[in-house]
């Protein structure tokens, strides 16, 4: 069975911080891996996906990186800004039999201090 | 583009009733999943359907159940309704390649059970 966790549970920064959220996996017989952002009680926001082939995908201000064999992803957030404060979602996808099957992890809950 | 399509967005029942919810998939997606997240809570994997059929099953209770259609829309249906059944249910989609899946999610239906 994936367990996926994501350290730490909460960050608080001071705006303009660049920081790094953690994510790990159990098993490394992964299809991709995505990471996802979630404001309150809203939807989820896709922000990166990452294919098993890759080691790192970047879009703006984001750069998350794979590492299958140690079971590892990070994303690294530049710069931080209020906004960007919201939960973060690690989510791997895998084959659960013959079924594409994702787990998520419990996320990091990040808050940028202006 | 067009996305996954979740209808209501918002949802009030009271104890006991039923309630059932839509997902349209992105067009040409062949398979659906749903999710359940919970207060403070990260998504949890209930049931999905490929091609119309039940293709994986999670922690999805008895009282629910679903089912994909020929137009590959897909509906969650509840009964018996309890409190803690208040939750944000999201609906995924995928076309079914292998390694190269990728789950694109709705923006959710909010469940309010009173």
């Known amino acids: 069975k994936q367990e996926v966790t994501q350290i730490p549970a909460a960050l608080s920064v001071p705006e303009g911080e660049n920081l790094v959220l953690n994510c790990s996996f159990t098993d490394s017989a992964i299809y991709n891996l995505q990471w996802f952002r979630q404001d309150p009680g809203k939807g989820l926001t896709s922000l990166l996906l990452i294919q098993s082939s890759q080691r790192e995908q970047t879009s703006g201000r984001l750069n998350a990186s794979l590492d299958k064999s140690s079971g590892r992803s990070t994303l690294y957030i530049a710069a931080s800004q209020p906004g960007d404060s919201a939960t973060y979602l690690c989510a791997v996808g895998y084959s659960g039999g013959s079924n594409y099957k994702l787990t998520f992890g419990k996320g990091t809950l990040l808050t940028v201090n202006p | 583009a067009a996305g996954v399509i979740q209808s209501p967005r918002h949802l009030i029942k009271e104890k006991r009733e039923t309630a059932t919810l839509k997902c349209y998939p992105i067009p040409r997606h062949d398979t659906v999943y749903w999710y359940q997240q919970g207060p403070g809570q990260d998504p949890q994997f209930l049931i999905s359907f490929y091609e119309k059929m039940q293709s994986d099953k999670g922690s999805i209770p008895d009282r629910f159940s679903a089912q994909q259609f020929s137009d590959y829309h897909s509906e969650l249906n509840m009964s018996s309704l309890e409190l803690g059944d208040s939750a944000l249910y999201f609906c995924?989609?995928?076309?079914?390649?292998?390694?190269?899946?990728?789950?694109?999610f709705g923006q959710g239906t909010r469940l309010t059970v009173v």
């Open positions: 995924a989609s995928s076309l079914r390649q292998g390694g190269d899946t990728e789950a694109f």
